[in-house]
């Protein structure tokens, strides 16, 4: 009751070299090779029948993560998209194109996981590139221009999204709980400098719930 919009994961990407999207929809599993479960809406369906409700679906796609973990000689690595990676920047432009093309009942594309990994100091990262280079790090691995490239990425879906007419681009984006955590956390770790994305996106969504870490206050 009362429900405006519904969010519908499609795609879980994953580093190149491994299962590269878990479906959450079933009979999506054209695209790239996928791979689907019957434990889940068709998504022509739950698009009709949420259209006739009165409820916008949005396709919501994870970009860069979220993280898997290998064993490399017995150290636990967690994996991640690098975000400059032009391949894979080409493969979320053509998963977006698949969906808008295919679903015209969407409203549009809800991303998730733009940006950096939020790395703990201690933990390990292996960090898939082009062509299936890696390179391994530990603690935080966002360059200095990482909103730059965040932004970039962004404008390339957006791009995409315009050759849509109607449709909208949205993200959701980590929440700062102050000043302080946004400069030295949210933009200079994950990469994520709100007004650079907003440039390219119709909503900007913010991660704010209770979760057990922070208190009711935080959000």
């Known amino acids: ?13 994953t580093a ?24 889940y809406y068709d998504l022509a369906d739950f698009i009709t029948a949420a259209t006739a409700r009165s409820v916008d679906v ?7 993560g979220p993280e898997s973990t290998i064993d490399v000689g017995g150290v636990t690595y967690k994996t991640w998209v690098d ?5 894979h920047q080409t ?30 100091s201690t933990e390990k990262y292996r960090v898939y590139k082009d062509s299936g280079t890696y390179t391994d790090y530990t603690g935080n691995f966002a360059p ?3 909103t730059t490239i965040m932004a970039n990425v962004v404008a390339s879906y957006k791009a995409t999204v315009v050759g849509f007419p109607g449709k909208e681009l949205a993200a959701e984006v980590y929440s700062a709980s102050d000043d302080s955590t946004y400069n030295n956390w949210v933009k200079a770790d994950l990469g994520q400098d709100y007004a650079l994305l907003a440039v390219s ?9 209770h979760i057990g870490w922070y208190p009711a206050s935080w959000v």
């Open 201 to 209: 996106l119709d909503k900007i969504v913010p991660m704010a719930y």
């Open 58 to 64: 949005y396709a919501w796609v994870t970009v860069f």
């Open 91 to 120: 493969y979320i432009n053509n998963l977006i194109t698949h969906l808008l093309t295919n679903y015209p009942g969407l409203k549009g594309i809800v991303i998730d996981y733009i940006r950096y990994a939020d790395a703990g």
């Open 144 to 146: 200095v221009n990482a």
């Open 1 to 13: 009751n009362g429900v405006q919009n519904a969010y519908v994961g499609v795609f879980e990407t």
């Open 83 to 87: 975000p400059a990676s032009t391949e």
């Open 16 to 39: 190149t070299g491994t299962q590269n999207g878990n479906l959450f929809i079933e009979n999506d599993y054209s695209f790239n090779g996928g791979t689907t479960s019957d434990n």
